[in-house]
């Protein structure tokens, strides 16, 4: 079956624009996480759906990071005026409740 | 913040030989650990967990164990073969969203 997909797969911006990366789940999982891993660093998470519930978004880096699900399905993650410190490979995962993450292949953010 | 801590962030071994990487955690109220396997270019995808409620977990070449008194566990890999090559990333969750380590980048020499 599918698994989770993620677009573009690559991205080059420039500083001060913004992106909107998207994230598909796997069909009927109801958490949805959205990581950021910079070159050399590891997973750093920045914020869980669940359901309808309230999104956690403690790991957020700043106010320019932004993210949005629709109901139990896409989501995206919006990153307002690039700074060349977002450039990272940022990972989307779904799971069931509980259940164990899958990731997707992962955007290549490029800030320039 | 560092919930879960991967202090070594590379580990190079012989083929054959035991493979093993650690994982440390600060907070009490993870009761559910992960690894997953990471190869360039491409997503984690998921190799071993193990419940709070367990000491060890084993699945194949794969052996996990939590010491939950020490806020310890660490994947044994043995024998170790060079397809293992990968970065491994330890995991922990609970009520809150999955936190996971820095990573260790494990080679296998043949």
């Known amino acids: 079956g599918a698994g989770v997909s993620q677009s573009p797969s690559n991205k080059v911006t420039e500083k001060g624009k913004d992106v909107e990366l998207r994230c598909d789940p796997i069909?009927?999982?109801?958490?949805l996480y959205w990581y950021r891993q910079r070159l050399g660093q590891g997973l750093e998470f920045l914020i869980y759906?669940?359901?309808?519930?309230?999104?956690?978004k403690s790991g957020l880096p700043s106010d320019r990071f932004s993210a949005e699900r629709t109901g139990e399905s896409v989501s995206t993650l919006t990153i307002q005026r690039t700074q060349q410190e977002d450039s990272a490979v940022y990972l989307c995962?779904?799971?069931?409740?509980?259940?164990?993450?899958?990731f997707g292949p992962g955007t290549r953010l490029l800030v320039l | 913040d560092q919930q879960v801590k991967q202090n070594s962030p590379s580990l190079s071994v012989q083929e054959g030989r035991i493979s093993i990487l650690n994982c440390d955690y600060t907070?009490?109220?993870?009761?559910?650990f992960l690894w997953y396997k990471k190869y360039p270019a491409e997503g984690p995808t998921f190799l071993i967990s193990?419940?709070?409620?367990?000491d060890k977990n084993e699945d194949g070449r794969f052996t996990v164990f939590l010491n939950k008194s020490a806020k310890h566990l660490s994947l044994h890999i043995v024998p170790s073969q060079p397809g293992d090559s990968a970065v491994y990333f330890c995991?922990?969750?609970?009520?809150?969203?999955?936190?996971f380590g820095a990573g260790t980048r494990l080679t296998v020499k043949p």
């Open positions: 995962a779904s799971s069931s409740r509980g259940g164990t993450q899958y």
């Open positions: 069909s009927g999982h109801t958490a």
């Open positions: 759906f669940q359901g309808n519930s309230a999104p956690d």
């Open positions: 907070n009490s109220m993870f009761d559910y």
């Open positions: 193990i419940s709070s409620i367990k």
């Open positions: 995991a922990a969750s609970g009520q809150m969203a999955m936190r």
